[in-house]
């Protein structure tokens, strides 16, 4: 196993594991719940994290994790879906209604 991604926040550890998931890479998260202990230990060590479970998946699941975090930080403004005229706030790169993807 191969550890691809650590955040203080376990949407952002959640969001890239649903992603990942979604392009056929196993994965796992770990000190989903560790918070509990911050203080008696660094806050770093109990970030939630994720993890490929096959090591050949790691340079793949970098690559996609990067990609995505290039395209939103590119996007500074909310947008309206075109396909169903939600509002989606800013960063997003696909409809949270409908899933179409950003132009």
């Given at each position: 196993?191969?550890?691809v991604y650590t955040h203080m926040d376990f949407t952002h550890v959640g969001?890239?594991?649903s992603v990942l998931e979604g392009e056929g890479i196993q994965t796992t998260v770990r000190n989903k719940?560790?918070?509990g202990v911050m203080g008696e230990i660094p806050f770093t060590e109990v970030w939630p994290e994720l993890w490929v479970l096959n090591d050949s998946d790691e340079e793949k699941a970098q690559?996609?994790?990067k990609e995505f975090?290039?395209?939103?930080k590119s996007r500074t403004?909310?947008?309206t879906c075109p396909k169903c005229d939600s509002e989606?706030?800013?960063?997003?790169?696909?409809?949270?209604?409908?899933?179409?993807p950003a132009n």
């Open positions: 196993m191969k550890q969001h890239f594991q719940n560790a918070s690559t996609i994790i975090n290039s395209s939103s403004a909310a947008w989606v706030d800013e960063g997003f790169s696909e409809c949270w209604n409908c899933g179409n």
